[in-house]
């Protein structure tokens, strides 16, 4: 798989130690993984998709050269087709996570078969993270040490302060 190009699609809003550690663990197996973030106004991000941009872009450590951040926007099977990726990689944390997620997965494999879906494991302290929880305890004050990047933490004290 080394030569291969992998697509990390999501929200991202904020990055994760949960989806750190999936980046980590794609570049080490893939040749080129891109973490795209979708341009989603519906959803009415706190971070704008630049600053999602420029806090995975700081977040990620040297050792993962192999990994490009971008943005897109309609459908991943046809932006993964544009990127040439074979692979889409998708976090699974816990069996509740599954039933969407294949049910997007053989969507994605309807409309682009010879891309493949690949599910991988966080590392079991971060099983129950998610953005959205991150979030709602920094806009109340509490602690998100080890929840998140430095960069990302810094970013939402600020956000929240
Ligand atoms: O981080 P998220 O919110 O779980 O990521 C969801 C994401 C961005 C992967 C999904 O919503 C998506 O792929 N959206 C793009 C539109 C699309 O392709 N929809 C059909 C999916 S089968």
Same mark, same amino acid.
């Given at each position: ?12 809003? #904020? +990055?994760?130690?949960?989806? /750190?550690?999936?980046i ?6 893939f040749?080129r993984?891109? !973490?795209? $973030?979708?341009l989603?106004p519906?959803k009415?991000? /706190?971070?704008?998709?630049?600053e999602?941009?420029? /806090? ?5 450590s040297? =050792?993962?050269d192999?990994?490009?951040?971008? !943005?897109?926007?309609?459908? /991943? ?6 990127? =040439?990726? %074979?692979?889409?990689?998708?976090g $699974?944390?816990? !069996? =509740?996570d ?5 049910? &997007?997965?053989? &969507?994605?494999r309807?409309l682009? #078969? %010879?891309i493949?879906?690949?599910?991988? $494991? #966080?590392? %079991?302290? *971060?099983s *129950? +993270?998610s ?10 004050g509490?602690?998100?040490n080890?929840l998140?990047?430095g960069?990302v ?5 600020a956000?929240?302060k």
């Amino acid at each position: 798989m080394r030569r291969a190009s992998a697509i990390y699609p999501g929200t991202f809003d #904020p +990055l994760t130690n949960g989806h /750190l550690d999936i980046i980590e663990r794609s570049s080490k197996l893939f040749g080129r993984v891109v !973490v795209a $973030i979708l341009l989603n106004p519906q959803k009415d991000p /706190l971070f704008t998709v630049e600053e999602r941009c420029d /806090l995975i872009r700081a977040s990620l450590s040297p =050792s993962t050269d192999n990994v490009e951040v971008d !943005v897109f926007d309609g459908l /991943l099977a046809d932006y993964a087709n544009q990127q =040439s990726a %074979e692979v889409i990689i998708r976090g $699974i944390r816990a !069996v =509740s996570d599954y039933e969407y997620e294949l049910q &997007m997965a053989l &969507m994605n494999r309807r409309l682009q #078969p %010879e891309i493949e879906t690949l599910f991988m $494991i #966080p590392a %079991e302290r *971060y099983s *129950y +993270l998610s953005s959205g929880l991150v979030r709602e305890i920094a806009e109340h004050g509490g602690s998100i040490n080890g929840l998140v990047p430095g960069p990302v933490e810094d970013a939402l004290h600020a956000h929240f302060k």
